[in-house]
Nanobody, 121 residues
Framework: QVRLVESGGGLVQAGGSLRLSCAVS????????VSWYRQTPGKQHELVAS???????NYADSVKARFTISRDDAKNTVYLQMGSLTSEDTAVYTC???????????????WGQGIQVTVSS
């Protein structure tokens, strides 16, 4: 079984920074692309950033130059460094991974439980 656990969320003042972590655990053969999504009430589920196994990154226009996604494959952990935060960044952030479990030939989708980030103005 593969689990994703997010940490690092919380309350921060506008202009501040936070670093989210997504730890992937379980019987994993390979972790491929890992992504961070966010959602607020009344808004669509938004892809914030993603990072491939090779390290290629992709960002939403709204977070470019402010957020940085990175991965530490030795720790099976992906990070989202968020800076210059505004109230518009307030949301539940959820980690998603495409991963191949041990003993499988297929890649499956896995989701974390989500973590709240609140930016106070």
């Amino acid at each position: 079984q593969v689990r994703l656990v997010e940490s690092g969320g919380g309350l921060v003042q506008a202009g501040g920074s936070l670093r989210l972590s997504c730890a992937v655990s379980g019987d994993i053969f390979n972790i491929h692309t890992v992504s961070w999504y966010r959602q607020t009430p009344g808004k669509q589920h938004e892809l914030v950033a993603s990072i491939s196994r090779g390290g290629s990154t992709n960002y939403a226009d709204s977070v470019k130059a402010r957020f940085t996604i990175s991965r530490d494959d030795a720790k099976n952990t992906v990070y989202l460094q968020m800076g210059s935060l505004t109230s518009e960044d307030t949301a539940v952030y959820t980690c998603h991974a495409d991963a191949t479990p041990l003993g499988s030939y297929y890649t499956d989708d896995y989701w974390g439980q989500g973590i709240q980030v609140t930016v106070s103005s």
